[in-house]
């Protein structure tokens, strides 16, 4: 794949698309604390993974219309914040999720007139988490429906985590499941990836298999109903573990 710019990216902040008020992303990153354990008798620093951690910074333009970004971040919750950041939007495209407190929002007026606000998140439990799109971008189903499979080269055994967003919602109920296939053909639900029903939006959601799960080849988002839907626009990312993790 050739080298991309970051044109045409995404953010959701529990079940919010926030993406048209996202002037920059400062920083998405994270991973184990670094702990050294260098013994006496070396020559060089011995090192362990510690903790895992994750933040998501950004900065957002002002728009306080009603049920605005504005709305959404000046209340400056307290509870966790499933977030998302898409690396464009198409089915299958790279995005990083966390589970976060919002810690701050912080306003600068420029002296040529812009007024900005940088926010930091900083990840709550799980740490950041890079995957890979079910839906490009934002997906509106109107009925239940079986989503196109995508390819992540192999099956394995180290389970796998996801995200949703679901942005709106008009109908009786739906479920948003993961399904995997070993051949884009035949497939099957993958246990633990089964979110909880929806029968209003917007809301967010992190569920995750056992650890040593196997997830196969190929990967679909799908939604199903009992009392009906008219329309649905949510977005799912998938996390398929390449080795063993531990939260």
């Known amino acids: ?16 698309n926030a993406s048209g ?7 998405v990153g994270g991973g184990p604390a670094v702990i050294t354990v260098t013994g006496i008798d070396k020559s060089a620093m011995e090192r362990i993974g510690g903790v895992r951690d994750g933040r998501l910074e950004y900065t957002a333009y002002f728009n306080p219309g009603l049920g605005s970004t504005h709305t959404k971040l000046s209340a400056l919750p307290t509870a966790d914040q499933v977030m998302t950041y898409c690396r464009g ?26 007024f900005t606000f940088a926010v930091s998140a900083q990840a709550n439990g799980y740490g950041v988490e890079w995957g890979r799109q079910l839906t490009a971008g934002i997906r509106t189903d109107t009925a239940a429906t079986l989503g196109t499979g995508i390819d992540t080269a192999a099956s394995v055994s180290f389970g796998a985590q996801a995200y949703l967003h679901v942005m709106a919602f008009t109908g ?25 029903q929806i029968t209003a939006g917007p809301t967010s959601e992190r569920i995750a298999t056992a650890a040593g799960a196997t997830v196969r080849r ?10 009906g839907f008219t329309s649905l626009a949510f977005a799912v990312t998938v996390i398929k573990n390449d080795t063993a993790v531990t939260f």
């Open 1 to 16: 794949m050739a080298k991309q710019a970051g044109l045409g990216d995404n953010l959701y902040i529990a079940g919010y």
């Open 21 to 27: 008020d996202i002037g920059s992303i400062g920083n």
């Open 89 to 114: 939007t198409s089915l299958g495209d790279p995005a990083a999720a966390l589970v976060a407190k919002q810690l701050n929002y912080d306003g600068t007026r420029g002296d040529s007139g812009e």
């Open 172 to 196: 009786t109920d739906a479920t948003v499941k993961i399904q995997d296939s070993a051949d884009n053909s035949t497939f099957a639900d993958v246990t633990g990836l089964s979110f909880t």
């Open 218 to 227: 190929y990967l679909r988002a799908v939604t199903v109903t009992t009392g």
